[in-house]
């Protein structure tokens, strides 16, 4: 059985835990250690429970914890080669590295994970399918646009983690600078909840056990719009969308 858990999402940091069998996983690790040590003790975990620690790619809410926490827990990283060249400009120092390809699978214990590339302004960001044999888990967190590669990736899902980061209209309204939401807004920036709701419609749904809208944008959104764009495409309650936070994450979702 597989299961998952969010530590936090948001542009002040990301994290997210995936079990399955023996093994335990995180993704992406934007928190202090201390910070991460105690949101994994929320959802009953220790750092020496961890197998390994996977990143999307080189912006510090989702690496900036990851070196530190790594060293101290003797950790093995898992990223691009274009990932890990643009971490910390280059001198970040990891415990142990492994260098994936954004197309080819790999396992860690009872996990399989399936890499994708995303369009996104970092070196050579990547997303990730889980599974466990039985069931499938997507996540995309940072992405300014979606492809036909990302929507095969994501189609056949039990569940999904799926960027809502802002409404169009409130970034728009928003006191951002003009080139910050040009680049929020861009192809290579973060998806919207219209966007996000596209990519539900056009993907195979029929699996879905969990939907979570993740990584919204704390002035450019709300979690009532990201619920009910996601639920306009499954055509299902605003209220059976989970939406994680910056501050709790999200709790233990199971896989059956």
């Known amino acids: 059985m597989m299961r998952f858990a969010s530590l936090g999402s948001g542009s002040e940091g990301n994290g997210l835990v995936v ?61 691009s080669h274009g990932t890990h060249a643009a971490s910390a400009n280059g001198s970040a120092v990891f415990s142990e590295v492994v260098i994936i390809d954004s197309h080819t699978p790999f396992a860690v214990g009872d996990i399989e994970m399936f890499p994708y590339p995303v369009p996104h302004d970092a070196r050579e960001p990547t997303q990730f399918v889980f599974s466990d044999g039985k069931s499938r888990l997507g996540v995309l967190t940072d992405a300014g646009s979606s492809t036909p590669h990302i929507e095969a990736m994501l189609s056949g899902l039990d569940a999904l983690v799926i960027e809502c980061n802002h409404d169009r209209d409130m970034l728009a309204g928003s006191a951002y600078p003009e080139r910050l939401k040009a680049r929020i807004g861009g192809r290579l920036g973060h998806l919207d909840n219209g966007q996000a709701s596209q990519i539900v419609a056009g993907i195979d749904t029929q699996r879905l056990q969990h939907v979570i ?44």
């Open 213 to 256: 809208a993740a990584h919204l944008s704390q002035k450019n959104n709300h979690p009532d719009l990201a619920a009910g764009a996601l639920a306009s495409s499954l055509n299902c309650a605003p209220d059976w969308i989970g939406v994680a936070s910056q501050v709790d994450g999200f709790a233990w979702r199971m896989l059956a």
């Open 19 to 79: 079990e399955a069998g023996r093994s335990r996983v995180l993704l992406d690790c934007g928190f202090s250690i201390t910070e991460t040590v105690r949101r994994l003790q929320r959802l009953g975990l220790q750092p020496d429970g961890l197998d390994a620690l996977l990143v999307t790619h080189e912006h510090d809410d989702h690496v900036g914890g990851v070196a530190r926490f790594a060293r101290k827990f003797g950790i093995p990283v898992y990223l």
